[in-house]
């Protein structure tokens, strides 16, 4: 058996390349989805984030529900609205329900993909029950599958690190394994790139592996590399390496090893593995392509969290340049659902191109 882990980086490429065109051949997906972030009130206070804004200070708003549907009815061809938001003490459980209620009533064909486990956590606090009955009240207004941010790194001494507020790493676990017995699938992420070592990544694989064999309910692997712009972490790590271009080289290279790794540690029980266009912008996506991701993951219109941190890869890519970027490195772009089945053009309004990629976030 193999040693991953300490295989030398070129060998590691070329083997994950040859698993990925084993398992999914020539064939890049997409998801055509938009983000729609209902508030930036948060009182977590993630190191590692420009996105939430402690209640009180410039920015911190949320949105009423009948401007989160306004926003949505834009774009009404996407197939998949992923919602996340910070978490607000003043929003109460049922204005999440009314929220996927309002979306499911305007835009019955589209895919809701919402909330984090973070997201979760805070509304069994506020509603006194547990993650079962909340995935139950979630799936019977109308989500389809969470989104398995949050999650960071599974090791509660680095989380204890970059977000000493957020919901513990069995936590996370706990909720993902409810929604999964509810009949709700998620994705499975990784922040990376910042703190943590690769000890802290191989334990943080160990638990996701421990869980999909469990329940089978991840969709896909989603690695996300962490952005240094404008947070405190960043401005922390950057000075510890000696200077942004230092910090990015450090990410860079992290994630060069991290999705091969991905690919033949994980691949056997989560086949989908997904770039980020977001994080790495479109040319590194691509090139991860080669590194075994099969996934180029969504359109993303309204892409507001990366932004926040200073992202410079945009808030949203058209259909056409998705495909453009995956055709001309040689691969075949399919679009597919978000639980990755095929997708029946006929049910979907038909898209008007946007002059610009879209409206701000809140
Ligand atoms: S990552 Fe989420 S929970 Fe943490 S501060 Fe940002 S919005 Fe709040």
């Known amino acids: 058996m193999k040693d991953f882990w300490k295989m030398p980086l070129a060998e590691l490429r070329d083997c994950a390349a040859e698993e990925t065109l084993r398992r999914h051949g020539r064939t890049v997906t997409y998801v055509v989805n938009r983000n729609a972030n209902f508030t930036r009130v948060c009182t977590v206070g993630c190191a590692f984030c420009g996105f939430g804004k402690r209640p009180g200070t410039l920015g911190a708003t949320s949105d009423r529900i009948d401007e989160v549907v306004a926003r949505v009815g834009k774009t009404p061809w996407v197939t998949e609205v992923c919602l996340q938001g910070g978490i607000d003490p003043e929003l109460r459980p049922e204005y999440y329900f ?4 309002a979306l499911r009533e305007a835009f019955p064909w589209m895919h ?3 909330f984090s486990p973070m997201e ?3 509304l069994c606090e506020k509603a006194g029950c547990g993650p079962e009955e909340m995935m139950g009240k979630l799936r019977a207004a109308g989500v389809g599958t969470i989104p398995g941010t949050a999650a960071e790194i599974l090791v509660d001494e680095v989380r204890r690190k970059i977000s000493r507020n957020k919901l513990p790493a069995a936590r996370w676990v706990e909720i993902v394994q409810a929604a999964h017995r509810a009949g709700v699938r998620s994705s499975a992420t990784i922040l990376f790139g910042h703190v943590e070592r690769w000890e ?3 334990s943080h694989f160990e638990i996701l592996r421990r869980v999909q064999e469990e329940t089978g309910g991840f969709t896909e692997f989603v690695p996300l590399a962490f952005v240094p712009y404008q947070n405190r972490l960043g401005a922390l790590l950057a000075r510890r390496a000696g200077g ?3 910090l990015e080289e450090r990410i860079r290279r992290r994630a060069m090893r991290l999705y091969p790794l991905a690919r033949m540690v994980l691949g056997g029980v989560i086949p989908n593995l997904q770039t980020s266009w977001v994080k790495l912008g479109v040319v590194g996506a691509v090139e991860s392509l080669g590194w075994g991701c099969n996934d180029f993951g ?3 219109y309204e892409e507001a969290i990366t932004r926040s941190s200073g ?3 945009g808030e949203g890519l058209e259909p056409e340049q998705i495909e453009a970027a995956i055709g001309g490195a040689g691969y075949e ?3 597919r659902t978000t639980v990755y089945g095929s997708v029946e053009k006929g049910l979907f309004p038909r898209r008007k191109v946007l002059s610009a990629s879209c409206e701000s976030a809140s």
């Open 98 to 101: 009314d929220l996927v209620k």
């Open 112 to 114: 809701l993909h919402a």
């Open 120 to 122: 979760i956590d805070s």
């Open 200 to 202: 802290d990544i191989r």
């Open 244 to 246: 942004i271009k230092a």
């Open 298 to 300: 969504g359109t993303l």
């Open 311 to 313: 992202g410079k890869h």
């Open 333 to 335: 772009a399919v679009e």
